[in-house]
């Protein structure tokens, strides 16, 4: 692949990752009746914003996850207080924009002081206009507009806070989920991609050189079917294929190799200290069954899950090195790298980190999803919510210690590249 095409892939794997997670709170949060205020790809400053329907869609600068806002997830602020003076815009007789500012350059309003309100529950504002009281209803999506900026009003039934628990967990456990599903779907799409070995093949392929390695120096190409080595039949024994150039470090090899049905001799020596000619060979390959590639997808979500947990149990005892730590820029690095391996690669290594990423947000870590679940469990054994103020500091705390992380393991990874 081109420098380009890997960078493209790249980032598109990233988007995909976050976004499908993203969506699955969003989807569900939608189902639910909440209002979903914002959906966002990236932390930080924004760098594009558009809004469709009730929700503003952006793209922040740091590329490091996403998050998708929740009318009520977070206690809801109420900027409209009795006493303040504010300008009504009303349609069929329900207020529908509610002006906090610059309020002599509006025109068609009504404008008085705020003597009443309820923008939750029974959805009404009354002013005091020259010493009339008039009493609006007000419309359910109303905006309250201050300094530039629309909020939509929230009433009680588009809030997180109000909906069942069991709608708050599906909400909040649907952004795993799908990072799962597009983890099972990626894991069958490489073997699609990659195919599965012929038994009793005997052929062994060529599927990829290494740039500037022996092999590329000598003309072998990707395709190229590996006939013989010194005279000797290869077949479809790659173990036997790969001891022998390792045995020959230094040594000229004479191989014959077929590609497209002509025979062509091929002198190669391999590294003097590696004893390698940089290829990847491969036995012959031929396309799964529908069976079979969701049986490979199966097996590969239970292995790399029980990689991943050993993972975590070597975080836990400390059975690392900071050096082992990586954040987001030794993440794209290794991407970048498996990249440039091709398309089947690249896909088998999104999977990867689809199901790394659904895992990790189930864990109970304050300001992840598994957090969250965890507010919701304990919720729904007392009976009662907790305190809402209470829980948004605790993700607060813990979302303040994991960019606290994120920032050692980049510091990491940057000192990593010069030193490489």
């Not at 569900?28 to 929700?55: C, D, M, Q």
């Not at 799962?180 to 060529?206: C, M, R």
């Not at 024994?237 to 091929?266: C, F, H, Q, Y």
């Amino acid at each position: 692949m081109g420098n380009l095409q890997v960078a493209l892939l790249t980032i598109l794997m990233f988007f995909l990752l976050v976004s499908l997670h993203e969506w699955g709170h969003f989807y569900f949060a939608r189902r639910a009746g909440i209002l979903v205020r914002e959906f966002a790809i990236g932390f930080g400053p924004k760098l594009f914003s558009v809004k469709r329907g009730e929700t503003r869609y952006t793209l922040r600068l740091l590329p490091i996850g996403g998050f998708v806002r929740m009318a009520g997830e977070d206690p809801e602020i109420v900027e409209v207080q009795p006493g303040q003076t504010v300008a009504l815009r009303v349609k069929d007789d329900k207020a529908t924009r509610i002006y906090l500012d610059r309020l002599d350059e509006r025109s068609d309003v009504m404008r008085g002081e705020v003597t009443a309100l309820d923008l939750e529950k029974h959805l009404f504002i009354t002013l005091d206009i020259d010493g009339d009281i008039e009493r609006y209803a007000v419309h359910p999506q109303a905006q309250v507009i201050a300094k530039g900026r629309e909020t939509q009003i929230a009433p009680l039934d588009r809030q997180f806070g109000h909906k069942t628990v069991g709608q708050r967990a599906l909400s909040i456990f649907a952004g795993p989920v799908m990072n799962f599903v597009l983890a099972f779907v990626l894991f069958a799409l490489y073997l699609v991609l990659q195919g599965i070995p012929v038994e009793n093949s005997s052929k062994v392929f060529i599927s990829k050189v290494v740039a500037g390695a022996p092999a590329a120096q000598s003309g072998i190409e990707k395709g190229d079917w590996v006939k013989s080595i010194n005279g000797e039949p290869v077949g479809g024994d790659l173990n036997t294929m790969v001891e022998k150039i390792n045995e020959s470090a230094g040594k000229p090899l004479n191989l014959v190799v077929d590609r497209d049905g002509v025979e062509l001799p091929i002198k190669v020596t391999p590294d003097p200290e590696t004893g390698k000619i940089g290829i990847y060979p491969i036995g012959e390959m031929r396309s799964p069954g529908a069976v079979e590639t969701i049986r490979f997808a199966g097996n590969n979500m239970v292995e790399m899950t029980q990689v991943i947990f050993e993972g975590f149990r070597k975080l836990i005892f400390g059975e690392f090195k900071l050096d082992d730590l990586g954040g987001p820029v030794k993440t794209t690095q290794v991407t970048v790298e498996i990249a440039q391996q091709g398309l089947a690669q690249l896909t088998l290594w999104a999977g990867i980190l689809s199901l790394y990423l659904g895992i990790f947000n189930l864990l109970p870590i304050p300001a992840l999803d598994g957090s969250r679940l965890l507010f919701l469990g304990l919720e729904a054994i007392r009976g009662k919510p907790i305190d809402p103020n209470r829980e948004s500091m605790v993700h607060l705390v813990g979302f303040a210690m994991l960019m606290l992380l994120m920032i050692v393991v980049t510091y990491n990874d940057i000192v990593g590249l010069v030193k490489n």
